[in-house]
T-cell receptor, first 110, second 115 residues
Framework: QKEVEQDPGPLSVPEGAIVSLNCTYSNSAFQYFMWYRQYSRKGPELLMYTYSSGNKEDGRFTAQVDKSSKYISLFIRDSQPSDSATYLCATYTGGFKTIFGAGTRLFVKA | EPEVTQTPSHQVTQMGQEVILRCVPISNHLYFYWYRQILGQKVEFLVSFYNNEISEKSEIFDDQFSVERPDGSNFTLKIRSTKLEDSAMYFC?????????????FGPGTRLTVL
């Protein structure tokens, strides 16, 4: 079983739509959960991180963690064409090793 | 805004050759990382480096790999004898403090092609 699973997409939505991106993970010891955005030919850029369960909001982005179901989500409100990128969920148990999902490619059409 | 830089952007090498990938982390950062991303696959952790020593490494980071901070500004990844399966995008990252509270900033990557 993969440690972090993520649907690779692609996901295509019209501008202004609410986007929901999701991951599942297998290890209940994971405590920190991150979402990265990766534009083509660029390195990943941290969008948000959360600790344990709950929600965290930053502008148009909301990250949600449900530890009981080992499910993490990223919601993007009022999506823009500039949001078109690959979104990577990631987690780690502590220490320095970050475990990434495969990434979901998002296309927001103008 | 300060950023992590990597050189070269693309490296082509023959199988069995040694390659050195270079990174200049953000100047006041203390934690340094290498990741790789094989085309179409996920980003994978290779190694972390702090206080001039490896703090953690993955099972991918075998004896063919080494890291060094030779001069206080550069951070290098060496692959001694490249294999075809080493072809990937290699990302360097740096961070200011412990990962739980501080962002890792990624460089743009070096694409390594092993022929």
């Amino acid at each position: 079983q993969k440690e972090v699973e993520q649907d690779p997409g692609p996901l295509s939505v019209p501008e202004g739509a609410i986007v929901s991106l999701n991951c599942t993970y297998s290890n209940s010891a994971f405590q920190y959960f991150m979402w990265y955005r990766q534009y083509s030919r660029k390195g990943p850029e941290l969008l948000m991180y959360t600790y344990s369960s709950g929600n965290k909001e930053d502008g148009r982005f909301t990250a949600q963690v449900d530890k009981s179901s080992k499910y993490i989500s990223l919601f993007i409100r009022d999506s823009q064409p500039s949001d078109s990128a690959t979104y990577l969920c990631a987690t780690y148990t502590g220490g320095f090793k970050t475990i990434f999902g495969a990434g979901t490619r998002l296309f927001v059409k103008a | 805004e300060p950023e992590v830089t990597q050189t070269p952007s693309h490296q082509v090498t023959q199988m069995g050759q040694e390659v050195i990938l270079r990174c200049v982390p953000i100047s006041n950062h203390l934690y340094f990382y290498w990741y790789r991303q094989i085309l179409g696959q996920k980003v994978e952790f290779l190694v972390s480096f702090y206080n001039n020593e490896i703090s953690e490494k993955s099972e991918i980071f075998d004896d063919q790999f080494s890291v060094e901070r030779p001069d206080g500004s550069n951070f290098t990844l060496k692959i001694r004898s490249t294999k075809l399966e080493d072809s990937a995008m290699y990302f360097c990252a740096s961070g200011q403090g412990t990962w739980s509270t501080d962002t890792q900033y990624f460089g743009p990557g070096t694409r390594l092609t092993v022929l």
